[in-house]
């Protein structure tokens, strides 16, 4: 079940309803929310759900061994063992073909080739995001930064539809507080929940699937029937689409959380404002640069054992957080040019000076070229993608809309003040009914917008 | 360009609705908020939840979505909220630019006449230089049980020669009928799918129903009025899968067929495929099978192919057989050269 559906339109109003008339009564709210989660994860695939259900109840045990353990060097284990099974769950259902696969052409290549067990297996949706989720309770009660919570807690956490599908990864630590107590009922924040959904809806449905319509996915799918004026537009684009739709998808489950009662981590803050790797990564997808800070990045030694070590634990970092997005050579490219582009600042840091709007232009070209990796559909179509850049000829998808679109999606990232604060504050003020009648009328623009096959999935749902 | 990353004590911003004041208001308030905004759409968009639950296959979901689709389309049938809502909402539809891929009843034109481009014309048909050949990496083979095995012998001839030909047949459907495959959203689908720099389009076997006109009157085949619909049908095809000029479309007419009613739906429909792609002659090319296999629009089983009487057409009177798409297949890759290389 995507957001922007008209299931989700139905099932969303009534589980708000129930669930502020149970919010005092948390022992019937928990199960309630817990049955609503699974149900809207159930539209994916009814046996996913067993797949959530088996992850929530070992990590629960695991936690509750770990919170028991006595002696350090048991509690490591415990961390470990359960870390290594989050891991072997989204290694079998995410690389398992890619891994195969690279195995049984290497073996070919060396006249070995054998009969691999090659098995299709169906990818869950967001179980990229839930292993994480799940990993880091299990560190985080391993780390004594988190008591263990009860299993309908755990559950909750985990399931809990607004971030289930693809984040935000909101931690341990800042959601199951939340779940401590009934959320207060005079204390929500409806104005910012309503315009973030409705920014979302904007974002993901006119912005990104229009550019993707008309301009990205025609331009990625045949880069050799488009010379260079398209395939420069068509980078730009990418570099625009990928926010909306994954930002638009981040604010309308912020926004459904809030309305439930419930605040999620930040995900973005306007992110092609950079001036740095660094800073980009401080601003895109924050809760998997914050977990990749604190889960792999720290404890592979971060920056503590001098330069070459910290170089290294950088490059091991972005390599797996490439991968973490899919299991192809693109994506491990993608990783390593984000490593490379972190080593590399590190290295020069305080040796280039250079005026800030330089800075921001070099990083930004850099990101766009990082997106061109990021989207090709094989290291052949990126190759492909990257030698017609030069090449002349007509500049056939220049339109005014689409460079209207690009420009809007960049350009208001670089202004000094941040417009949707400003929305959110003039919202908070409005009365419901207001709120609930521009709410419908951007929901029926919106959906003007949407073609006869629907709303295209979320990049994000795929990884 | 300033950078104001946040301090490292609140990375995740978790406290940011609390300092900036936003939560004021109660949970009732979003309850009463959403639940004004849903009612809305019902009065506006109450049918689209049925539809929904149409399109949904099996299940529960689609015992709910019926259930509450009913009364809600119930609720926006009754209103006239629905009209006012699509005609204030229409400019944003995005087949409009596709060229109405998804069937609309087709409607006369705007005030004024329309403009003729230069995508009318075929260069070399007026003697001016023709563009030069690209090569081809996509072919798309689309259309009813006709584009079998066209699609075949297609795909035998290029795909060794690096071509990716994506064979696409809807056996048993129709442009007329919306029933089983509505071509218009079919043909959108199979664009944003596939992005084929060439379409070959043959369809049209099952062709003969009514339609509906703009005025919302059945108009029975095969006079000039359902023509003119078909004809309207095809061009919002033809415009999906030029690609706005990006692609090359070469949609083949029904050769005649045996049967004395049969012809009558095939004259109608080949004289609509004519007029439907003038606009964009220079895109979407016409290979008229009606002079090779049936000329003066005779039927005939057999024809001399390579000085040998080869029997053409299937038993049925209607389809070609193996010879006969061979045949035709050698005729569309002749005509594809002209615009690609492979």
């Not at chain 1, 490591?76 to 989204?90: E, K, M, Q």
């Not at chain 1, 921001?360 to 990126?382: E, G, Q």
């Amino acid at each position: 079940m995507v957001f922007p559906s008209i299931p989700f339109a139905v099932f969303f109003p009534i589980v708000l309803a129930i669930s502020w008339a149970l919010m005092a009564r948390p022992i019937a709210w928990k199960p309630f929310m817990l049955a609503a989660s699974y149900v809207f994860y159930a539209a994916a695939g009814p046996t996913f759900c067993l797949l959530l259900a088996g992850v929530t109840l070992a990590n629960q045990l695991a936690a509750v061994l770990i919170s028991r353990a006595e002696g350090e060097r048991r509690r490591r284990i415990l961390v470990g063992s359960a870390v290594a099974l989050d891991l072997f769950v989204l290694g079998v259902f995410k690389y398992y073909s890619f891994f195969v696969g690279q195995l049984a052409s290497t073996l070919g290549h060396l006249g070995l080739g054998a009969p691999l067990p090659l098995l299709t297996i169906a990818l869950p949706v967001g179980v990229s995001f839930f292993t994480f989720q799940a990993i880091s309770y299990v560190v985080d009660v391993g780390r004594r930064v988190t008591e263990p919570a009860s299993m309908l807690d755990f559950a909750v956490y985990l399931s809990f539809f607004p971030h289930l599908i693809a984040g935000p990864i909101v931690r341990a630590r800042e959601f199951l507080p939340q779940l401590a107590s009934p959320r207060d009922p005079n204390r929500v924040a409806v104005g910012s929940g309503v315009s973030l959904i409705a920014l979302g809806l904007i974002k993901k449905v006119i912005i990104a699937d229009y550019l993707a319509r008309v301009l990205v996915d025609p331009v990625f799918a045949v880069p050799q029937a488009y010379s260079g004026p398209d395939i420069l537009l068509a980078a730009y684009g990418y570099t625009a689409e990928i926010y909306c739709d994954f930002s638009g998808y981040t604010d309308m489950a912020i926004g459904l959380a809030l309305l439930l009662g419930y605040v999620f981590p930040q995900n973005f803050r306007s992110p092609y404002r950079a001036t740095g790797f660094r800073d980009f990564w401080r601003r895109w997808h924050m809760t998997l640069s914050r977990f990749l800070r604190d889960f792999l990045f720290i404890p592979l030694g971060g920056s503590r054992g001098g330069r070459l070590a910290t170089y290294r634990n950088l490059m091991i970092t972005m390599l797996l957080a490439g991968l973490w997005h899919g299991a192809a050579w693109t994506f491990v490219l993608w990783g390593a040019f984000h490593g490379a582009g972190l080593v590399a600042e590190h290295a020069l840091k305080g040796r280039i000076r250079a005026p800030a709007w330089v800075k921001w232009l070099v990083t930004f070209h850099l990101i766009v070229f990082s997106w061109i990796l990021f989207r090709a559909s094989s290291l052949t179509i990126a190759g492909v993608f990257l030698s017609r850049l030069f090449a002349p000829g007509p500049a056939t998808l220049w339109s005014p809309a689409v460079l209207a679109a690009i420009a809007v999606v960049i350009i208001l990232q670089l202004l000094p003040f941040e417009p949707l604060q400003w929305i959110q504050a003039r919202m908070e003020g409005m009365r419901p009914v207001l709120l609930g009648v521009g709410l419908a009328v951007v929901i029926l623009f919106v959906g003007a917008t949407v073609p006869s096959e629907g709303v295209p999935p979320f990049i994000y749902f795929r990884f | 360009m300033p950078s104001d990353t946040p301090p490292r004590d609140d990375d995740s911003l978790m406290n940011r609705f609390e300092r900036s004041g936003m939560r004021r208001a109660r949970g009732r308030d979003a309850v009463l908020c959403i639940l004004v905004a849903a009612a809305i759409l019902v009065l506006f968009e109450g049918s689209a939840v049925r539809r929904a639950g149409e399109e949904t296959s099996g299940g529960v979901g689609r015992s709910v979505l019926l259930a509450v689709g009913r009364p809600t389309t119930w609720i926006a049938d009754h209103l006239p909220l629905h009209k006012a809502g699509t005609n204030a909402t229409s400019w944003l539809e995005p087949e409009q630019n596709l060229g109405g891929g998804a069937f609309a009843t087709p409607g006369t034109a705007a005030g004024g006449v329309p403009a003729v481009t230069a995508d009318a014309f075929e260069p070399e048909a007026i003697g001016a230089k023709p563009p030069p050949r690209r090569r081809l990496h996509t072919l798309l083979v689309t259309g009813d049980s006709m584009s079998m095995p066209l699609d075949d012998y297609l795909a035998q001839r290029l795909d060794p020669k690096g071509v990716h030909v994506i064979e696409d047949p809807h056996i048993g459907t129709g442009i007329s009928s919306t029933l089983i495959v509505n071509w218009g959203k079919l043909a959108v689908a199979q664009v944003r799918e596939d992005h084929p720099e060439a379409v070959v389009v043959f369809i049209g076997a099952n062709d003969g129903y009514s339609m509906p006109a703009p005025d919302g009157r059945e108009v029975s085949c095969c006079d000039a009025e359902w023509a003119a619909i078909y004809a309207n049908r095809v061009r919002a095809m033809a415009n999906t899968y030029r690609q706005a000029g990006r692609a090359r479309v070469y949609w083949i007419t029904l050769p005649t067929p045996r049967e004395p009613a049969r012809q009558e739906i095939a004259r109608a429909v080949n004289a609509a495929i004519e007029v439907a792609v003038q606009p964009w002659a220079d895109q979407v090319r016409l290979i008229n099978s009606v002079p090779v296999f049936t000329p003066g629009a005779v039927y005939r089983d057999a024809m001399p192919i390579d000085g040998t009487e080869t029997i053409v057409r299937e038993a049925d009177g209607v389809h070609l057989n193996e010879a006969g798409s061979s045949l035709l297949a050698k005729i569309v890759t002749g005509r594809m050269e002209h615009d690609f290389y492979f």
